[in-house]
């Protein structure tokens, strides 16, 4: 995929990242994401998973605006994102991945029924319709997370194929 194309699709990403659909990213699209999930799994914000859902949110804004807010405005326009994904992100998708994992780590832990650190494809379909996956799709998703067909989405595999995602040349992972 030559940078033209790469471009493109990383534009097309930036949808899924910009919650409101006001034309940037902004801290309040994290937040906002995290109170959907927490909505959806009825988990009170004020709980201890609650908050460290928001704490994720914010580390995963910060991580985020460092990388592209090139202008300081704590918004983040299409162009500012699309530079910084391809400028950044392509080169190092494991730091990528690793200013997401606060916020997929507190996800998993409001969206799996137990205790355990591990998502089944149901949640994990239910998680990623809240985050913007279209429900048509959603289940689709779950079932690639879980390749080996065991019933369980470790972190490690949710932050790796969201790093993938965004910072790989195949058009649809």
Do not use: C
């Not at 994990?124 to 913007?132: K, N």
């Amino acid at each position: 995929m030559d940078r033209a194309e790469y471009e493109r699709k990383i534009s097309r990403r930036f949808a899924t990242f910009d919650q409101d659909g006001n034309g940037f990213i902004s801290r309040e699209d994290f937040h906002a994401a995290a109170a959907a999930l927490l909505k959806e799994f009825d988990k009170p914000a004020r709980s201890i998973q609650g908050q460290a859902l928001h704490e994720g949110a914010e580390a995963f804004w910060q991580g985020m605006a460092g990388i592209a807010d090139r202008d300081g405005d704590q918004r983040i326009t299409r162009d500012e994102f699309v530079n910084g994904a391809v400028k950044r992100l392509r080169d190092n998708p494991g730091r990528f991945a690793e200013i997401a994992r606060p916020f997929f780590h507190a996800a998993i832990a409001v969206a799996h029924s137990d205790a355990g650190s591990e998502l089944t494809p149901e949640e994990a379909a239910r998680v990623a319709r809240i985050l913007g996956v279209p429900e048509d799709i959603s289940g689709k998703v779950a079932a690639v997370l879980d390749a080996d067909g065991d019933g369980r989405i470790t972190e490690d595999q949710v932050v790796s194929a969201f790093a993938a995602y965004y910072t790989t040349d195949e058009p649809d992972v």
